[in-house]
């Protein structure tokens, strides 16, 4: 039997945005259908246990500008709508959606506070494919050059900025001078 992953959404006048909530997961499969049908599939766990759920959008949707990124804490959708309009609830059925479906506070607008664009939405870098190329390395290339940082060995050589500190805490300055000037911390309020 499987279960389901728990599911985030917000909404702008022409996209939805949906977070699945999946850590590490594996063999992730996002599929998107022109009339708003959103089926996803995974393993997760240390049993690699499946994860299914089938989502039937409020309404239509535009495949082709819809983006996806996989990454190690869930997947991440940004579904366009084929008509900008704002939806009344994620999904077509009437009544109370399935628990495991919940508004995504941290994304969401009011439809009056929205001006059309991602506002102060933080996408973190997240490098989007399309659903369409969601077979073919759905991870993207990862440059490994930005993170590497120079380290140098203990007690090699202090930096200008030690050498101030050092300074300053016996009461000297950086040129090696005495100082007699005090400072007073700001009082607390």
């Known amino acids: 039997m499987s279960r389901h992953p728990e599911v985030k959404w917000a909404q702008r006048l022409d996209k939805v945005y949906i977070t699945v909530e999946l850590p590490d997961s594996k063999n992730a499969k996002v599929d998107l259908t022109p009339d708003g049908t959103f089926t996803f599939s995974a393993t997760a766990g240390a049993e690699d246990h499946l994860y ?33 309009a704002w939806w009344k609830r994620l999904l077509r059925g009437e009544g109370k959606p399935p628990h495991y479906v919940k508004v995504d506070w ?50 090699a050589q202090e930096t200008a900025t030690e050498k101030d500190g050092a300074a300053m805490a016996g009461g000297q ?14 009082p607390s309020t």
């Open 52 to 84: 299914d759920l089938k989502l039937e959008l409020f309404d239509k949707v535009n495949v082709e500008e819809s983006k996806i990124n996989v990454g190690v804490r869930g997947i991440f959708c940004v579904v366009e709508k084929a008509e900008k």
């Open 173 to 186: 300055d950086a040129s090696g001078e005495t100082s007699t000037e005090k400072t007073e911390a700001a």
């Open 106 to 155: 941290d994304k969401w607008v009011d439809e009056d506070e929205d001006d059309g664009g991602l506002g102060d939405l933080d996408l973190g870098g997240m490098d989007f494919s399309k659903f369409s190329g969601m077979g073919d390395d759905a991870m993207g290339d990862f440059d490994d050059e930005d993170d590497e940082q120079e380290v140098s060995k203990p007690g």
